[in-house]
């Protein structure tokens, strides 16, 4: 019943289609009109929430403080998009382009006079955090500015384009894609290898750690997760919201394992005791996704996601409040991983990695790279095993289950071990990520393993594709790289004030990607699907072919 | 027995603004059959709606008389929630209708997110405490015996007041029969000719006014808000609404009290560290051994 409409929704805007009647010729007067209820509703929405704050004053009594020229700026630059509401379709009124435009430029004039602190008014209306969003929608307004220029320019440039396009030639772009396509795996494989030697020799010691550990690093630990979580999700079309539990319990297995079992146990084997419980961490992972896996088999779609979360919660509050084994908020000191039981720093004189392969200077830039290169074995391990897993029954069977439940039962596909074996694979992988990140932390606690880990680990693998391992990875270097490249910014700092942030503008960020992409793209950016069994040649299967999960 | 009975006073008064809000959830997935879960963080924004207009109210505007503030705030708040939840459905759920079954749970899940950093970005982390909006207390029995606050006696109040008004938009006005229609039968109700979109629209406008009294009852209850106050609260009223019975209005209310009741003693007499471990464990428990929940009808697949 809804079908058609959906589908006008997601047809794409330049040709003027949308939800509202179209025949109604756009006029001046109409344009305005949209624009007015824009500016109402912007006013109903931001009157109490963005206009006015809640703050402490000196004797910290609450007080509301008033931002009204933030409420003004809301309301123009809902009035300027409302004016622009149909412009996609380039139908435009003049008059109402040029009020746009004057609008746009009004308020700019606003805000680096507000910025520059030329007025005082406005020093008295903004506190930090105020400007700080002011910018942001005077960039804003920017952006829709630069746009409305360029969507003026292709209107009058299109038939030339259009002209252009198909006389390039057409082998060439599929010959060229071809050929990308057959080397990219080796190609980013050396490159990989490549980065952080390369980044030794561009930016020197102190700079490869930042760059080796805040960025390689720590991408390459989201895009493990991210695979870890797309085996779930993406291939058994399993909705899990808790997949972060089985990140903690690998973390704390290592944790508890490294700092009470071995010591109490083995002493002599504490150098390796990483590598000793890194398979337990996995094993562990594996066997509470089991646990967890099974009570909630009869379970479809949002409630099987609703356990889910519940279950990752409860292994969050359990670590939380157990305090005699987890120390609770306090966290456990983990020791450091060791180059296969050569530690890269040691405080009791044991010989360590740079006297044994007479390497001078800190210790820590060998670890950061040898992190480096177990986060990419481990990623890479995954990355391996689902290509391989899709090849067999059990792969085959996930994504069956995917698209549909019904007529796998039908078929005799077990789906309780078909779901277990997803469970488990996945919250394996989650687990070995978990010890991983214990070990190059050196320190843990559950305020790592919150929801919106698992939030964003999922946005991940929506955003990048569910299924596509190019996907996921690209998402991941994108959004979490991304975020690491903004914190390093000093103009955007001088420019957004010293307390900025870019972290919870990214989480913003996210929650709008993740609606937008649902609504326009709902198969991610890499949406095509190779099929993992052919006869005689391979045939690209376009996203827009398969219907998906009803799981 | 009269910490037993002052349990059950919280009980109830805890599980009344659980139930407000658990309605929103269940009238939704009644009608669309998704999980809304951006809900709980439209109960937190409409926290800080309540106080931020109550604080304007009594310091800006001057108003001495609490009771009046009180009652402008409850219909301000109302409004401008049922605007909010308005906006989001049109927004971020309505272009999903159609759309594969996970579609519209995620797009919530990115609406959640969306919300909690969007209030964090314009109100800041911190959390925001007032000094009590309505004291004294009622004593029964002798001194020292059994002492309910006039707050709670309030909340119990103002819930039941509300839920009878909704009672009777639902069960006697066509709006409700259109909505009860929408529930049993979408595509009938449409070819009878229902506006489904705008019935669709107007049960997320009343979830987000039930929200928007949780919310101010939330205030008058602990005197605080915070932007993460929104996941716990709401997960419980989820937990309320599958444990009456999804889909099942005086289910909602029934679960909001008996989480409201169970969260009491379990924090009163077991352990109140894992009182939010109890209300998960009821979550996870219900939907796996009873999914259909205490008053609900159980879901037929239809292949």
Known sequence: MTEPSAQAANAPSLTGTSAYNHSEPITFIRQLRYAGVAMLLAFGLSMPLLALKLSQDISNHLIVEQRFLLLASAMLIAFACGLRWRLFGLRSQWPAEALYLVLSALLLFFLIRAFHGLGSLFEATLDKGGSEFLIALGLLACGTALQSALAYALHVERDRWAAALPAMPEGLAARFGGHCAKHANTGALVALVAFPFLMLALTGTAGAIKWVDNFGVQILIYIMLGWGLNIVVGLAGLLDLGYVAFYAVGAYAYALIATQVIPATFPALGVWAFWICLPIAGLLAALWGVILGFPVLRLKGDYLAIVTLAFGEIIRLVLVNWTEVTKGDTGIQTPRITFFGLPFASATGDRTFGEVFGLSGSPTIYRSIFLYFVILALALLTAYTTNRLRRLPVGRAWEALREDEIACRSLGIDTTSTKLTAFAIGAGFGGFAGAFFAARQGFINPKSFEFIESATILALVVLGGMGSLLGVALSAFAVIGGTELLRELDWLKSIFGPTFDPAQYRMLIFGAAMIAMMIWKPRGLISEREPSIFLKERKAVSGTLVKEGHG | ?303
């Open chain 2, 1 to 303: 027995m009269e910490y037993f009975i002052q349990q059950t006073v919280n009980g109830i008064t805890l599980g009344s603004i659980y139930g407000l809000i658990a309605i929103g959830y269940t009238m939704v997935y009644g009608i669309i059959g998704m999980v809304n879960f951006a809900h709980g963080d439209v109960f937190m924004m409409s926290s800080f709606i309540a106080l931020i207009f109550y604080l304007v109210l009594t310091q800006i505007l001057g108003i001495t008389s609490v009771a009046l503030a009180l009652l402008i705030v409850l219909i301000l708040g109302m409004l401008l929630t049922g605007l909010w939840n308005w906006m989001i459905e049109r927004i971020a759920y309505r272009p999903l209708r159609g759309s594969f079954r996970l579609a519209p749970l995620i797009s919530a899940i990115g609406m959640s997110i969306f919300l909690v950093n969007l209030m964090q970005v314009i109100q800041g982390p911190n959390n925001k405490s007032v000094a009590p909006l309505v004291t004294g207390f009622l004593t029964l029995g002798t001194a020292g015996g059994i002492v309910i606050p006039y707050k709670q006696i309030l909340i119990v109040a103002v819930t039941g007041g509300l839920l009878a008004l909704f009672w009777y938009l639902v069960q006697r006005t066509p709006l409700g029969r259109a909505q009860r229609a929408c529930e049993q039968d979408i595509k009938m109700a449409a070819l009878l000719g229902i506006d489904v979109d705008r019935t669709i629209s107007i049960t997320f406008i009343m979830g987000a006014a039930l929200a928007a009294v949780a919310g101010l009852l939330y205030v008058i209850q602990y005197g605080s808000v915070n932007i993460s106050d929104g996941f716990v609260p709401g997960v419980k009223a989820f937990t309320a609404a599958v444990l009456g019975g999804i889909g099942s209005l005086p289910g909602a209310v029934l679960g909001g009290l008996m989480i409201g009741l169970i969260e009491a003693m379990w924090g009163g007499y077991v352990s109140a560290d894992y009182k939010d471990v109890a209300a998960f464990s009821i979550l996870a428990v219900t939907l796996i051994f009873r999914p259909s929940g205490l008053l609900g009808r159980p879901e037929v697949e239809k292949v």
